[in-house]
């Protein structure tokens, strides 16, 4: 990490940094690059980019954490670079869309954090509502250092996040109470940050 990296010194100078760069639509097959990779190849998808992020709050001397949010067959589950300041928790996200996004830090519990995202977690073609649960705090010193520059995937480290226990999210009984996203919200998820060709939309 040089010196540049550490100026971003807060969350919100560091999602603004994820979102400067592309989103990676893994052109030439699936990723899960390290922080380093990430710098280097200046791109990134949600579980790249919370590393990265965690990566960088852990230079501020946060631990480096992120939440994994499960969803439903069908969609696609999301990961998070977790913070805490004053007894309360924000999130860090890289993303492509108007959705799923940064979180400022007003949430007592992870919970009352994983919550947020469950009104915008839904299927663009159905408005069906996806989010199913999520993970306590994962710590990525389990994995050691050298995860934050390896030249390789970090399917070690994605793969316990995927199969990590995860918390429900609906209260059992309440499924059938669920309602479906509107139009409006649906077509408003649709909106991109970055298109294929690694250009704003």
């Not at 990296?5 to 919100?12: G, H």
């Not at 999602?15 to 760069?21: E, K, N, W």
């Not at 390896?150 to 226990?165: C, E, H, M, R, V």
């Amino acid at each position: 990490m040089n010196n540049e990296l550490k100026k971003l010194n807060t969350p919100q100078k560091i999602q603004d940094y994820l979102d400067s760069i592309p989103f990676n639509y893994e052109k030439s097959g699936e990723t899960c690059m390290s922080p380093f990779r990430v710098l280097k190849e200046k791109k990134a998808h949600c579980v790249e980019g919370a590393m990265l992020a965690a990566s960088l709050m852990a230079l501020q001397g946060q631990k480096p954490l992120v939440m994994s949010l499960k969803v439903k067959k069908g969609d696609y589950d999301h990961v998070v670079a977790l913070f805490k300041y004053k007894g309360f928790w924000g999130a860090i996200s890289k993303t492509n869309h108007s959705v799923l996004r940064y979180r400022d830090p007003i949430y007592k519990t992870i919970r009352e954090l994983a919550l947020s995202y469950f009104h915008e977690y839904f299927l663009t073609k159905t408005g069906e509502k996806t989010l199913l649960g999520y993970s306590n705090p994962i710590n990525l010193n389990r994995f050691g250092k050298k995860w934050k520059t390896s030249p390789n995937d970090l399917w070690d480290i994605a793969g316990t996040i995927y199969d990590i226990k995860h918390l429900p999210i609906i209260p059992k009984g309440n499924e059938r109470y669920i309602r479906n996203a509107t139009k409006i919200e649906m077509e408003s998820a649709l909106i991109k940050d970055w298109n294929k060709n690694e250009t704003r939309a």
